[in-house]
């Protein structure tokens, strides 16, 4: 399964624990919550970005696979 697409849930807590675990995808804006930042291959990130999601204390990190 390859992710496809990555997207934040309004759930965020901006705990800032997704750009901690993944800061090549995530980057947690004062005031805003995590963004995912635009234009990254995800295709050698895949394990970091799922060990992102199941850390989210909120489940707000989003994944589209294939
Ligand atoms: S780990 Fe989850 S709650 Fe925390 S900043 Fe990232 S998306 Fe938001």
């Known amino acids: ?10 759930a965020c807590v901006s ?3 997704s750009e901690v675990n993944c ?3 995530f980057k947690l804006k004062v005031g805003e919550g995590a963004k995912v930042i635009e234009g990254v291959d995800y295709r050698s ?5 799922k060990d992102a999601a199941e850390s989210c204390p909120v489940q707000a990190i989003m994944l589209d696979e294939d």
Do not use: F, S, T
Request: overall charge positive.
């Open 1 to 10: 399964m390859a992710i496809k697409r990555v997207w934040i849930d309004k």
């Open 15 to 17: 705990c800032g624990m």
């Open 23 to 25: 800061p090549e995808v």
């Open 45 to 49: 990130l895949q394990k970091k970005i």
